[in-house]
């Protein structure tokens, strides 16, 4: 019977008790109305009904017409508005369900026969309910790895519900996520689930596919520490405590396989229930028995059984859930649904058991992942850990900021290991900054965890295991390879699939399958790399590594290799660092103590020695290229002295060619907490770096900044790092969309400083009230060298807006890009020079004011003359003007007499210039205009002041007749047309013919 006619024979059972005592009526026949279960017509009548028991009549002739989808519709609601209703109903059922069975056993003295079932029944009902108590006791918390006797924490303190994928991947998505980190690897993540968390783990599982199939049987795959046993543990607690949206089970069974490893002799698969559950074996059978279709059970672990699959000929062939066998075989008969062929099953595995588990399981069966946090869960994991939102927040960003550490999180145990090592820093009063030692000590944990709590039945040492997994991991870094071939990886590893740090993964090569095996990730392939080569002799390990820092110079390598430290004068190769900084972390003093004695690996002093060496030697050359990375090399191997001795040759930090990542923020905050003299730092970086360098950026008092992304929400964060009395070279506002009050904010914060070299910001629009601040700003007596505003917003007065110092003068810059021909500017550029001391004489607000109407306008309109002439009106009033540069698509004879009025009406003015021609959509690119020969011969023939040079330069037509009079795009591909700049200076006029374009320079 499919699960719309059990909703329906449900209905139809209670439907005289539901008609007395459903009170929320009208809310499930709204409900029903609106998702088109009913028409509207009987929606008013049920509607109209005086009292809910004739509304519930009139309901039930909707539900009668509109048969099992109507009803089962119904149900879905009651469930919803009328729970304590439905679970008193849904008792009454189960207790009927059991009646039946038994009746058909016995036909005589059946109300007699039929009492007492009822009584079995209600016992067994009993049963299951001191069950589901028993499970929330049991189930509710969770011991710990590191727990003491009698410590525990509430599993809601620590599950957070995973990603989930139901589909393999395709072996290009492993490599992806193999290889990506940080924000490209949360991205990856999330696109690859697809389980709903809005609904239960149980009906993204067991939901009806895309061909109207649901499984009967179904794989959860996961790494190790991926959170598989917690997920059945969270499954069973959340069935126990009425927790679960799908009705479907009324009974889940758990079966660990650790457990079974260690139970003898033969049992029932009943007996087998028993192990994990206060029920006798006598009453998983009547359950089991009575509703099997009911029946969920979890398998957990089954990577973890000891007895193998591989060859079943052997084991007895069960078909009755009484027969007794070895536990093998009772649980192969139940994978493989020989014995309780209607219930359902959930198997959680590693991936190196997946092949095997998928040959056992009956049909139909889906194969689900769980892929790990993404850094959403990560957040709320960590949450939950500390329950304390001022640790939490410390931990979680601290954690953020390292890009290997927040991917390497998206695996649960991690998460766990970072959240307790940190909840111990911060208990023995250490501050945010010191919240992790390094990275590597992240991983060492992480192998310590699994290798203790993984690894049951090892046939090696683990010396042997963590060397060959070394072996395996320095091959693909020398192949630069992800993936490995299962045939291949026996050379290396004797027990590929008993492992817990590789995965296994089955996918398709035309027409069969193909097996791979890989490391969890990446920077898990480049710790082994790094783990291994410290087991070598130092021979050997200054042989390899060597043939990795001299890769590219090997022919030259005996000219300058130092035979003491090989190291010293090479680079390593770009896919080689992170091994190089993994061998750092683990010459780190409590790294390496911690290792030889919980592993019996020690850390040789050779392998410290050579690389600090060669750190010391590529600080002392001042290698901009691979300071990022010495930072990072410096913060693994966190000694105070060393990083002191290493910074002390740097005079200042260029770190300004590529934005920062959190991670090198990270690593730049240590470094300089070692050396708090640091006088001189030049960085690029995200605005929301702001608060976590806040600290580095206060004390120092040298800086250049460009702070990508920032927004009004981050100008308290940057004044407070800003202080006060800096030499603050240059400041770039980058991608930027500044109010005109957070304008305010900044400039004023330049007036506490010693100096201020430049400040430039993308701002939201340029208006009357921008022009206003920045007026104001001309009144004061602060020093800099530059103010720069840019705005993307076409209806800002200009697109662009500079002050900057030239040759000692004060220079105002105004331009209006061009997207298109079609849309030009009338006046593309305007540039003023003027003393210092007069700024205070220009009023930028009227100036933009008018220069916005010049360009709102077009040539050809009547009002065009007399907002220009208002716009050049105010020239003469700037006091001290010795230059202009106008930039206009084409000099016409009415231009040219704008030039001559200017230079007459401006008696301090040295250099005009005119530029045909217009800026781009971006201001860098160009689009040159014509002169016209009207307007040359104007400006040629006119009497000008001998002090005053005009300059025009733009495309000038050679031809004698039919002159190019139009500003196209063709300009430049004319062969008639050359480029040329001609020079006024009172009688003489010179012109020089250019063979390229020049870009138009602030005089």
């Not at 930027?736 to 993308?762: F, P, Y």
């Amino acid at each position: 019977m499919d699960q719309e006619s059990e909703r329906a024979r449900f209905v139809d059972a209670h439907w005289a008790t539901l008609v007395q005592r459903v009170k929320m009526v009208m809310p499930i026949a709204d409900e029903l109305w609106s998702s088109g279960m009913m028409e509207w017509e009987p929606y008013c009548k049920i509607r109209a009904a005086d009292t809910n028991q004739e509304k519930m009549r009139e309901l039930y002739e909707v539900l009668h017409s509109g048969g099992d989808k109507v009803k089962s519709a119904f149900y879905s609601r009651l469930e919803k508005h009328e729970s304590c209703l439905f679970r008193a109903l849904g008792k009454s059922t189960l207790i009927l369900a059991y009646i039946p069975h038994a009746c058909e056993l016995c036909t005589v003295n059946t109300c007699t026969f039929t009492g007492n079932i009822a009584q079995t029944a209600e016992a067994l009902i009993e049963s299951l309910n001191k069950y589901k108590k028993w499970i929330q006791r049991e189930y509710e918390y969770v011991t710990e790895y590191n727990s003491l006797p009698g410590e525990y924490v509430l599993l809601s303190e620590r599950y957070t519900q995973p990603l989930i994928i139901m589909r393999h991947r395709e072996k290009r998505e492993r490599e992806e996520e193999m290889c990506s980190v940080g924000g490209s690897f949360q991205q990856l993540l999330i696109s690859r689930n697809n389980a709903d968390k809005d609904s239960s783990i149980l009906d993204a599982l067991f939901s009806v596919d895309n061909k109207g199939i649901s499984p009967c049987s179904v794989i959860l795959q996961g790494n190790s520490g991926n959170g598989k046993s917690f997920t059945a543990q969270k499954i069973m607690l959340d069935w126990a405590s009425g927790n679960l949206h799908r009705e479907k089970f009324d009974c889940l069974f758990h079966l660990k396989c650790k457990e079974l490893n260690h139970i003898s002799g033969e049992q029932s698969l009943a007996e087998l229930l028993s192990h994990n559950s206060n029920l006798t074996s006598d009453q998983i059978l009547q359950i089991l028995q009575k509703s099997p279709e009911k029946v969920l059970i979890l398998i957990d672990g089954f990577d973890e059984l000891r007895f193998s699959y591989s060859d079943t000929s052997n084991m007895p062939k069960l078909s009755h859930l009484c027969e007794k066998a070895p536990p093998e075989a009772s649980l192969k008969a139940l994978l493989r649904g020989h014995i309780l062929s209607e219930s359902f099953l959930l198997v959680t595995t590693r991936s190196t058991a997946t092949k095997t588990l998928g040959g056992l399981l009956k049909h139909p069966q889906r194969f689900t992942e769980i892929i790990g946090f993404s850094e959403k869960e990560v957040e709320e994991y960590f949450q939950r850990f500390f329950q304390n939102e001022e640790l939490f927040r410390k931990a979680f960003e601290c954690v953020k900021a390292n890009e290997t550490l927040i991917t390497a999180c998206s695996i649960p145990v991690i998460c766990w290991i970072i959240c307790t090592v940190m909840r111990e820093r911060f208990s023995d009063g250490a501050d945010v900054t010191s919240g992790l030692e390094t990275t590597t000590s992240i991983y060492v944990d992480f192998v310590s965890t699994l290798l203790e709590h993984h690894c049951q039945g090892l046939s090696q040492s683990v010396p042997i295991l963590l060397r060959s997994l070394g072996q395996l991991a320095e091959r693909g870094m020398l192949e630069q390879q992800v993936l490995f071939e299962e045939k291949s990886m026996h050379e290396t590893v004797s027990n590929p699939a008993g492992s817990p740090f590789l995965c296994k993964f089955l996918f398709k090569r035309r027409i069969r399958q193909e097996t791979m095996l890989s490391f969890m990730h990446l920077s898990f392939q480049e710790f082994f790399t790094a783990l291994y080569f410290i087991s070598l002799a130092e021979r050997d390990f200054l042989d390899k590594l060597t043939e990795r820092f001299h890769s590219q110079t090997q022919n030259y390598l005996a000219l300058y290799l130092d035979e003491k430290f090989p190291l010293k004068y090479g680079c390593p190769e770009p896919h080689f660092l992170p091994v190089i900084q993994f061998l750092c972390g683990l010459s780190h003093k409590e790294v390496s103590s911690s290792l030889e004695e919980t592993h019996n690996l020690s850390v040789p002093s050779f392998v410290k020695a050579q690389l600090e060496e060669w750190i010391l030697h590529v600080s002392a050359s001042r290698d901009y290229n691979f300071l990022p990375f010495i930072l990072h090399c410096l913060y693994e191997l966190h000694e105070k002295e060393f990083v002191q001795k290493a910074m002390e040759t740097w005079q200042e930090l260029d770190m300004s060619w590529d934005p920062l990542s959190r991670t090198d923020c990270w690593a730049l905050l240590y470094c300089l907490d070692c050396c708090p003299h640091f006088r001189n730092l030049k960085l690029n970086f995200a605005a929301e770096e702001l608060k976590m360098l806040q600290p580095v950026l206060c004390r120092t008092p040298e800086l250049e900044l460009t702070v990508q992304n920032f927004s009004d929400t981050d100008v308290t964060d940057l004044l407070a790092a800003l202080g006060e009395g800096k030499r603050l070279r240059e400041l770039r506002l980058n991608s930027s969309c500044l109010s005109d009050e957070s304008v305010q904010q900044v400039l004023n914060a330049l007036h506490k400083q010693n100096n201020v070299g430049g400040l430039q910001i993308a701002v939201k629009s340029i208006s009357a009230d921008t022009a206003h601040v920045i007026t104001d700003f001309l009144q004061t007596k602060a020093k800099w060298e530059e103010i720069s505003l840019r705005t993307d917003d076409a209806e800002s007065l200009c697109s662009s807006l500079r002050l900057f110092s030239f040759e000692g003068k004060l220079v105002l810059n105004v331009v209006k890009w061009c997207s298109d021909l079609q849309n030009e500017p009338s006046l593309s550029e305007i540039i003023l020079k003027c003393p210092h001391s007069k700024a205070s004489s220009i009023n930028v607000k009227s100036f933009l004011q008018a220069f916005h109407s010049v360009n709102c306008i077009t040539e050809e309109s009547a009002d065009f003359n007399r907002q220009v002439d208002a716009l050049l009106s105010q020239l003469p009033s700037v006091s001290g003007l010795s230059a202009i540069n106008l930039s206009v698509p084409i000099l016409t004879v009415t231009w040219a007499s704008r030039i001559l009025l200017l230079v007459e009406s401006c008696p301090r003015l040295a250099v005009i210039s005119f530029d045909a021609g217009s800026k781009g959509s971006d201001g860098a690119e160009w689009l040159p205009g014509l002169l016209m020969e009207e307007g040359i011969k104007l400006l040629q023939e006119s009497a000008k002041r001998s002090e005053c040079i005009v300059n025009i330069r733009g495309f000038r037509c050679s031809k004698s007749s039919d002159r190019c009079t139009c500003h196209t795009k063709q300009i430049e591909e004319l062969s008639c047309n050359q480029r040329v700049t001609i020079e006024f200076c009172g009688e003489k006029c010179t012109e020089d013919i250019k063979s390229k374009l020049e870009l138009p320079e602030v005089n």
